[in-house]
């Protein structure tokens, strides 16, 4: 199905007329979440920097509405200053704003130690400003403006406070030497007073969440991949949980990409309506009498830049307009592929943050790894540099591989993404083999060690997908790799270290069918015959409560029976040796 393109066909006015007419019949899901998170902001300012640039941008802000400024400027390694008691500034004060002024004004030079130890958290309205003491926090806001937090942050320093990829809303970073960016970031730190609303971008299913199971911690994909550091896992009294601080989130998209079982949903539209979207606009394209399509996934700010400079991409580019690029990951691409598409291409944006950056590669890397191992051409799936017209508007080399829509009618994201590469697997020529993936890849299997594996189960109820299950009437354990999302929770929960990880994509058809890992006869009750566990577990108990005193003698017995004749033993021990008990 890697049939190179004949350039001579293809007509660019025919693929744009194409194109409009798909835009004019079904429209990309629009974002209908509504803003459900709200800041509160009542413009008490702190400015950090260097003494020069930090005063610099207070005159800047001067009569700006902002309630307060509190400078800090750094200084030697002379010992510091000693900081105020917590009280609001006196207008005799040699701290408060000159006369006329209409904000007061404090200033406060910090040593580099006291620089050092400045810790800040939070987000526009509640910004916590400590300095660390050796472990006892002084709050700068209560010491300098009686109050608990700080409204808005502008860090002109060389080395931001907060080391945060993606800042939080409300603190600016500026170089105030960028004369050009340095208008716009005054006038943005100025307006930070009132009332905004923004969406909750993500929606948590902890039922569906592979983070944690029975005090064990598995995946971790979605914790690595945000770049504003909204995610957090919380411990609870047995088992931690995904959290995503809405204050925090940032839309950025990645989390619900890296996500491998659909537990962290993207509502801005949700990951099923944009690949449902996908398929039909390439089949309407199709209908409309465009050819060799390339869907060209790209930021509705960047495509709005784009309009803004007059440039339209060639007609047969269609341009999937998302939030952020991290909204869609490898499993939206092989779905375009596997619906018609010729190629996929990543359009990358000059703002991204680098942990965006780094995670949309590894994307790229693992749908081109996919690609080889279903046998079609990697080059399928591309990543665009920022401004490169050439490869954006460049006609694609290969054919589409299909031109029949794909129906993806499950629910469940590890279930879709199922369907599209078996798809991606009938039309091509999978090569049988296990690849290697990217590390982290949520593809793999498990090997079992049978010597070692009693049929506990206890990996089975850790499992947060569907791969492994118990037997039916004869005990043993089963295994689906295509369900396994190579969490890791299995292999910890294991008492027998009997389960070891093995990533990779298995390109063949046993990857979709159940596997028997391990199985045993069942054990039979001594008492009544039913079986009620398996051989090896009876064994392992025995070994292991082999001097207890509760089972020395004939007790040891019980261990054989099921769970009814082991009570009537017990009391039939009671009836004839009343005692018994009290001498274990």
Request: hydrophobic share 40%.
């Amino acid at each position: 199905m890697n049939q190179r393109i004949q350039l001579a066909s293809i007509d660019d006015q025919r693929n744009a007329e194409a194109r409009e007419a798909v835009r004019q019949r079904i429209s990309w899901p629009a974002n209908l979440t509504p803003a459900n998170v709200t800041y509160h902001s009542r413009g008490h300012a702190l400015i950090i920097g260097a003494s020069d640039t930090v005063e610099a941008a207070a005159r800047a802000l001067q009569g700006s509405g902002l309630a307060s400024l509190t400078l800090l400027t750094v200084g030697s390694n002379e010992a510091a200053a000693p900081l105020p008691e917590p009280t609001s500034p006196d207008a005799d004060s040699p701290d408060a704003m000159p006369q006329g002024h209409a904000q007061p004004l404090v200033r406060h030079a910090l040593s580099t130690a006291q620089r050092d130890a400045l810790r800040i958290s939070g987000h526009l309205g509640a910004f916590e400003v400590h300095i660390d003491d050796g472990g006892n926090l002084l709050n700068l806001a209560r010491a300098f403006i009686d109050r608990d937090h700080f409204d808005v942050v502008l860090d002109l320093s060389v080395h931001p406070v907060m080391a945060t990829e993606l800042p939080p809303p409300g603190y600016v970073l500026l170089d105030w030497t960028d004369v050009d960016r340095r208008r716009d970031a005054v006038d943005a730190v100025a307006e930070l007073v009132g009332e905004f609303d923004k969406p909750r971008y993500f929606q948590v299913n902890s039922d569906l969440c592979a983070h944690s199971a029975s005090g064990n911690t598995g995946c971790t994909r979605c914790l690595d991949v945000c770049p504003a550091d909204a995610i957090s896992s919380h411990q609870g009294r047995i088992e931690s949980q995904i959290e995503i601080d809405p204050y925090l989130c940032q839309g950025v998209g990645s989390c619900t990409s890296a996500c491998p079982t659909g537990a962290i949903e993207f509502r801005l539209p949700d990951t099923r309506r944009q690949q449902d979207t996908l398929s039909t606009w390439l089949a309407a394209y199709r209908e409309a009498g465009g050819q060799a399509p390339v869907l060209r996934f790209i930021t509705h700010d960047a495509q709005d830049a784009e309009q803004a400079a007059g440039i339209t991409p060639a007609g047969h580019v269609l341009d999937i307009p998302l939030e952020e690029l991290g909204a869609a990951g490898h499993d939206q691409w092989l779905t375009a592929l596997a619906s018609g598409a010729a190629e996929v291409r990543i359009q990358a944006h000059p703002e991204m943050p680098p942990r965006l950056s780094a995670f949309l590669a590894d994307q790229v890397s693992q749908a081109q790894t996919l690609l080889t191992a279903l046998g079609h051409d990697p080059a399928r799936v591309q990543l665009l540099a920022v401004g490169d017209a050439e490869a954006r508007d460049a006609l694609p080399m290969l054919t589409p591989l299909t031109d029949q829509p794909l129906t993806l009618n499950e629910p469940n994201k590890r279930a879709r993404l199922n369907i599209v590469l078996a798809r991606l697997a009938e039309l091509g020529a999978p090569s049988g083999q296990r690849h290697a993936m990217p590390q982290g890849a949520a593809y793999g299997s498990i090997q079992v060690d049978s010597d070692a594996c009693t049929l506990c189960h206890a990996c089975v109820s850790s499992c947060p997908t569907p791969a492994l299950s118990s037997g039916g009437k004869v005990p043993s354990l089963n295994f689906r790799e295509a369900d396994c999302v190579q969490c890791g929770l299995c292999e910890q929960a294991c008492p027998e270290d009997a389960i070891t990880l093995m990533p990779g994509f298995l390109a063949a058809e046993t990857r979709e069918t159940r596997q028997v890992c391990h199985e045993e006869a069942p054990f039979e009750c001594i008492g009544c015959g039913k079986p009620f566990a398996t051989a090896s577990t009876v064994a392992n108990i025995k070994a292991k409560l082999a001097d207890h005193p509760y089972f020395a003698g004939d007790a040891m017995l019980r261990l054989e029976m099921c769970e009814d004749c082991r009570v009537k033993d017990v009391w039939k021990t009671m009836i004839r040796d009343p005692d018994a008990q009290l001498r274990i």
